[in-house]
């Protein structure tokens, strides 16, 4: 079945370095979809990307999805204590499958 | 409603007895999924239903668990016979459309099971 692998596991970073996880699939999806789960929160959607090699944007964070449409990342610009939480991927070929996730921690 | 309701929010149940988890999802959703998140880890799929198909059964661990939807709309997710390894957060989704197809799943606040 369908396999979506996300590194790293964890990533703790000073305030103000950048942070990118990554994520890869077992097989070509039809889009992918991003998540955010703060401490002690459920996941909340983020973005979806559907075009190979798409690029979006939302202010510090930076999504893309490869040209195979088979892996994406997520890139955040100068981090900051607010990003904290953990970031999933989703990819979808019929159904939906998260990645493990990324868990982000910001030291001020 | 606003949002994907699920109830209860904690239950706590002892070892060989059943639970039920409910799920309300948005008015008009037609896709709902329930997944699974022990402490600390990721989302482990469980189920998966879209209007009226068959529903995707394959993330079911175990026969001691089963999900219906009544209506296309609420959900319940029964667990029979608990085990102490049941203990997690349940979580449902739903989206206007099948597989997130051009939306993203709004997920409810969970239901977190301690099997004791």
């Known amino acids: 079945g369908q396999q979506v692998m996300q590194i790293p596991q964890y990533q703790h970073v000073q305030e103000g370095e950048d942070f990118t996880t990554y994520c890869n699939s077992s097989t070509t999806l039809s889009n992918i979809q991003w998540y955010k789960q703060r401490p002690g929160g459920h996941p909340v959607f983020l973005i979806q990307?559907?075009?190979?090699?798409e690029v979006k944007k939302q202010k510090r964070l930076t999504f893309q999805f490869g040209e195979a449409k088979k892996n994406s990342s997520l890139h955040i610009t100068a981090t900051q204590t607010t990003d904290v939480g953990t970031y999933f991927c989703a990819g979808n070929n019929n159904d939906m499958r998260f990645g493990a996730g990324t868990r982000l921690t910001v030291k001020p | 409603g606003a949002g994907v309701s699920q109830s209860p929010s904690n239950k706590v149940t002892e070892k060989g007895k059943d639970v039920e988890l409910r799920c309300d999802p948005i008015s008009g959703h037609t896709a709902l999924y329930w997944y699974r998140q022990s402490l600390g880890q990721g989302l482990e799929f469980l189920i998966y239903?879209?209007?009226?198909?068959?529903?995707?059964k394959s993330g079911l661990p175990s026969d001691r668990f089963s999900a219906e939807r009544t209506g296309g709309s609420v959900s319940t997710l029964t667990i029979q016979r608990t085990q102490q390894e049941d203990s997690a957060v349940y979580l449902c989704?739903?989206?206007?459309?099948?597989?997130?197809?051009?939306?993203?799943?709004?997920f409810g606040s969970g239901t977190r099971l301690t099997v004791v």
């Open positions: 989704a739903s989206s206007l459309a099948e597989a997130g197809e051009g939306y993203g799943y709004t």
């Open positions: 239903f879209q209007g009226n198909s068959a529903p995707d």
């Open positions: 990307l559907v075009k190979s090699g």
